[in-house]
């Protein structure tokens, strides 16, 4: 997990569709914000998405592996 407190900063290049741009630099001037703060606010959500999105593989796997063996008693118990 990153930390989140940090003020450090570290300069890198990268290229975004136009529109994406357009829109983060329209929502730092409503917000009467930076551009940078409200860049790294989208870069640390989706940070947070990707990392609580997926379930481990090891848990999906144990899920399936439940399915397969036990599926008609899940079957039973759900009526």
């Known amino acids: 997990?990153?930390?989140?407190?940090?003020?450090?900063?570290?300069?890198?290049?990268?290229?975004?569709?136009?529109e994406v741009l357009a829109a983060l630099r329209q929502i730092a001037e409503t917000q009467g914000r930076q551009f940078q703060a409200v860049l790294d606010d989208a870069l640390r959500d989706y940070i947070d998405r990707q990392?609580?999105?997926?379930p481990r593989r090891h848990v999906m796997a144990a899920f399936t592996a439940s399915l397969d063996e036990f599926d008609a008693l899940y079957?039973?118990?759900?009526?």
Request: net charge positive.
């Open 51 to 54: 990392q609580r999105a997926r």
């Open 75 to 79: 079957r039973e118990l759900a009526k």
């Open 1 to 18: 997990m990153i930390s989140m407190t940090s003020p450090a900063r570290e300069k890198f290049s990268s290229q975004a569709a136009p």
